[in-house]
């Protein structure tokens, strides 16, 4: 089955604790991105990579870092989370970056910073 | 810069009646994609279409329409006699190579009633 896997799926942890989340897919997609939803805001995207080592910022990239070392793989590391960066994470891919067929979305990642 | 708003936060409807979510897109760019998506209470992000800025024709899948009109920059989505299984929120998205990125409008919640 064509998906985007994300892990975990909820995640509390503590203020400064290193994490990441990891976004893998099955579909050859060049294009993978993630983004955050908070309530009143939709999503807002926080980096995107069109293609192997090739990664750039969104709207919000603030407090995290991405690396894109294999096509499938697209992880979201936050270094050192604060409370403000609990949200709703979404990663997508698409097989271009025009977002051909769709960008297909992870079931998301509740992140909850303490 | 891009922007897309959708003004309606949240509709109510009785189940059978249709219903007009409103789309309003802002760029500079000529070439660029709308997109739809709906999140069910469930929390996953659903593709619904794809349009690019080239093709004005409208276009419908069963209960769903959508009108695509340049002239006002709006991408209205309508679902004909509504159902409970529509209650979502919905989300109107832009995409233009320019910015390289995939802006969400806030959303609009419907709910469906009987």
């Known amino acids: 089955e064509a998906q985007v896997t994300q892990n975990p799926r909820y995640l509390i942890t503590v203020t400064g604790k290193k994490l990441t989340v990891t976004c893998s897919q099955n579909?050859?997609?060049?294009?993978m991105s993630w983004y955050r939803q908070d309530p009143g805001l939709g999503l807002r995207q926080i980096y995107y990579?069109?293609?192997?080592?090739?990664?750039d910022k969104g709207d919000v990239p603030e407090g995290y870092k991405v690396s894109r070392k294999e096509k499938r793989n697209f992880p979201l590391i936050l270094e050192s989370p604060s409370p403000n960066q609990t949200s709703l994470y979404f990663c997508?891919?698409?097989?271009?970056?025009?977002?051909?067929?769709?960008?297909?979305f992870g079931s998301g990642t509740r992140l909850t910073v303490v | 810069a891009q922007k897309v708003t959708q003004a309606q936060t949240e509709i109510s409807v009785v189940e059978k009646e249709d219903v007009t979510l409103d789309c309003v897109y802002e760029?500079?760019?000529?070439?660029?994609?709308l997109f739809w998506y709906k999140q069910p209470p469930s929390g996953e992000l659903v593709f619904l279409i794809r349009?690019?800025?080239?093709?004005?024709q409208n276009e419908i899948s069963g209960r769903y329409s959508w009108n695509f009109q340049k002239s006002t920059s709006s991408f209205n989505f309508t679902i004909t006699a509504s159902q409970v299984v529509d209650s979502a929120v919905y989300f109107c998205?832009?995409?233009?190579?320019?910015?390289?990125?995939?802006?969400f409008g806030t959303g609009t919640q419907l709910k469906v009633e009987l």
């Open positions: 998205a832009l995409f233009t190579g320019g910015g390289n990125k995939l802006t």
């Open positions: 990579s069109m293609n192997v080592e090739v990664t």
């Open positions: 997508a891919s698409s097989l271009s970056r025009q977002g051909a067929g769709g960008y297909t």
């Open positions: 579909m050859n997609h060049e294009y």
């Open positions: 349009r690019n800025s080239f093709d004005e």
């Open positions: 760029t500079r760019d000529t070439t660029y994609y």
